[in-house]
């Protein structure tokens, strides 16, 4: 069964960078599959942020694509995400997941992290 | 970027009731449509691809119709593990894009 778990820093300052890891369990990135990081602010729909193969080939969404960084780390099976100069409109839940193996839709999903950013 | 706009937002409904949820895309997203059930403090699950397709392990009383534009996910007969919020999103095109999500709650 794959297993997906989020983890970082709950507080982040304005202006500072936000930076999530996700444990992938019962699956080897290595053997393929895209891997995705969506986030939810409070009140608000789901966004998606961006995605990337186990090869390092990434896909970002336009608004975000001058802040976001989605890194893998085939060694340590985990997919990372860096997020720049945050602002209060950052603060979500922030979710990875795993795209289904014809890349339109998503399979497995962690239970997210919230993060807040505020000083 | 293609708007999803899910009708009702929130619904009150009873274990046995037969309930549907619709989706509108702002524009044509083919077949692309798919639907999630998110409980409150858990992973989000797949219940549906590609219009009508159920994802392995997904009960039968889920069902999911349409085209191009208006799509409804239907739930024959309500169980109490079903309250929840449910969400379409489209891949019809980049970036994909989830409606507001419809509330699913025990009258």
């Known amino acids: 069964q794959v297993q997906l778990q989020e983890s970082g820093p709950g507080l982040v300052k304005p202006s500072e960078t936000l930076s999530l890891t996700c444990d992938i369990y019962g699956y080897s990135i290595s053997s393929g599959y895209y891997w995705g990081w969506l986030r939810q602010p409070p009140g608000k729909g789901l966004e998606w942020i961006g995605d990337i193969f186990h090869n390092g080939i990434t896909d970002y969404t336009p608004s975000l694509k001058s802040r976001v960084t989605i890194s893998v780390d085939t060694s340590k099976n985990q997919v990372s995400l860096r997020l720049s100069s945050v602002t209060a409109a950052d603060t979500a839940v922030y979710y990875c997941?795993?795209?289904?193996?014809?890349?339109?839709?998503?399979?497995?999903w962690g239970q997210g992290t919230l993060v807040i950013v505020s000083s | 970027d293609i708007q999803m706009t899910q009708s009702p937002s929130s619904l009150s409904a009873s274990v046995g009731d037969r309930v549907t949820i619709t989706c509108r895309a702002s524009q044509s997203v083919s077949s692309s449509l798919n639907w999630y059930q998110h409980k409150l403090g858990k992973a989000p699950k797949l219940l549906i691809y590609?219009?009508?397709i159920l994802q392995s392990g997904v009960p039968s009383r889920f069902s999911g119709s349409g085209s191009e534009t208006d799509f409804t996910l239907t739930i024959s007969s309500l169980q109490p593990e079903d309250f929840a919020t449910y969400y379409c999103?489209?891949?019809?095109?980049?970036?994909?894009?989830f409606g507001q999500g419809t509330k699913l709650e025990i009258k």
């Open positions: 999103q489209q891949s019809d095109s980049t970036p994909p894009t």
């Open positions: 590609a219009v009508s």
């Open positions: 997941a795993r795209l289904c193996r014809s890349g339109d839709c998503f399979d497995y």
